[in-house]
């Protein structure tokens, strides 16, 4: 099956600070998402993002689809930007399959 | 409000004990899945159901059951609740019309002892 590995797993940042958080995938994929999960615990989908460039306020995210990789950035990070994010790619229907996450933690 | 219902939000359950988690959406989508949150492993696919009347495994289906009960409500039991199922469980609802952009139910946190 598709490996998914995001990274780093986890990241400190000073309120304010920018940050990249990225995703690789082992396979081609026709869907890709990426999910914030909050302190507690709910799921958030941020983008559907299959191939190229998105942007919603502060995040954006770049997929591209023939090197296998995707990126979240987040600038101007707040407090409430914490929390889990996750990456998701799938092949046949909507099943997705999920990375392990990158916690992030930004401090006030 | 519009988005994904799941109940109950919390349960202890006792080895060997059946129970049904309910998950139904408002949003007119087709497709409907259940995943599983274990600490370090990310979410994982229980089951899914891609229409009303179709249900297929995902990547760990063993011990579980489910219903697409109708269009709206897709639900998941466990006939014989072990340790082991002891996770988050979550409920995600998705249209493949044009946009395969997934919701979330809010989770149920099922403890088995």
């Known amino acids: 099956g598709i490996q998914v590995e995001q990274s780093p797993p986890d990241l400190i940042l000073q309120e304010g600070a920018n940050s990249t958080l990225r995703c690789n995938f082992s396979?081609?994929?026709?869907?890709l998402q990426w999910f914030h999960q909050n302190p507690w615990g709910q799921l958030i989908n941020l983008f559907y993002?299959?191939?190229g460039t998105k942007q919603n306020g502060r995040l954006s995210a770049t997929t591209v689809a023939t090197e296998r990789y995707s990126l979240l950035y987040i600038s101007s990070s707040q407090t409430t930007d914490s929390g889990v994010y996750f990456c998701?790619?799938?092949?046949?229907?909507?099943?997705?399959?999920f990375g392990q996450g990158t916690e992030l933690s930004v401090k006030p | 409000n519009a988005g994904v219902t799941q109940t109950p939000k919390f349960q202890v359950l006792k080895t060997g004990q059946s129970m049904t988690l309910q998950c139904a959406q408002d949003?007119?989508?087709?497709?409907m899945y259940w995943y599983r949150q274990d600490p370090g492993m990310g979410l994982r696919l229980i089951y899914y159901?891609?229409?009303?009347?179709?249900?297929d495994k995902g990547e760990v289906p063993n011990g579980y059951n489910v219903s697409r009960l109708n269009k709206r409500e897709f639900s998941l039991r466990l006939e014989s609740a072990a340790p082991s199922q002891t996770s988050v469980y979550f409920c995600?609802?998705?249209?493949?019309?044009?946009?395969?952009?997934?919701?979330f139910g809010s989770g149920t946190r099922l403890t088995v002892v």
């Open positions: 159901s891609a229409s009303e009347g179709t249900t």
């Open positions: 995600a609802s998705s249209d493949p019309g044009g946009n395969y952009g997934y919701t």
């Open positions: 993002i299959p191939s």
């Open positions: 949003m007119n989508h087709n497709s």
């Open positions: 396979d081609s994929v026709n869907n």
């Open positions: 998701a790619v799938g092949r046949q229907g909507g099943k997705l399959i």
